[in-house]
């Protein structure tokens, strides 16, 4: 669990007025449950390797960078042209005048 390997503080106070670590003693492990190993995965077999998980991103649309978090087994990409608009609304607009494709 996230608890025994060290990335949870089990002592931190919750809402429900106990710390993280009792609330998790009263929580079947996710190997005795019957979920899915593919959805809760152990600790020992991580989606990706240790340091893929979030990445940093900057350029053109992202002038004082931006981070993103990595789900998934595939990283999709996409290389074309961006429109840029000063507002939420411009964007609306032409997307509802049709001037987006």
């Known amino acids: 669990t996230l608890l ?7 002592d931190a106070l919750t ?6 670590a009792q609330n998790l003693a009263s929580v079947q492990p996710a190997a005795e449950s019957g979920a899915s190993s593919e959805v809760l995965r ?3 077999r991580p989606l990706s390797a240790a ?3 979030i990445i940093v991103l900057r350029g053109n649309l ?4 931006a981070v993103m978090k990595l789900s ?3 990283m999709p ?3 074309g042209p ?12 032409a997307i509802q005048q049709g001037k987006v494709t």
């Open 62 to 65: 992202a002038t004082k960078s």
């Open 77 to 79: 990409s996409f290389e």
């Open 4 to 10: 025994v390997g060290g990335l949870l503080h089990g």
């Open 42 to 44: 152990p600790l020992s």
């Open 82 to 93: 961006a429109i840029v608009y000063d507002s939420e609304m411009d964007a609306f607009e």
């Open 15 to 20: 809402v429900t007025g106990k710390t993280v």
């Open 51 to 53: 340091g893929n998980h």
């Open 72 to 74: 998934g087994k595939e």
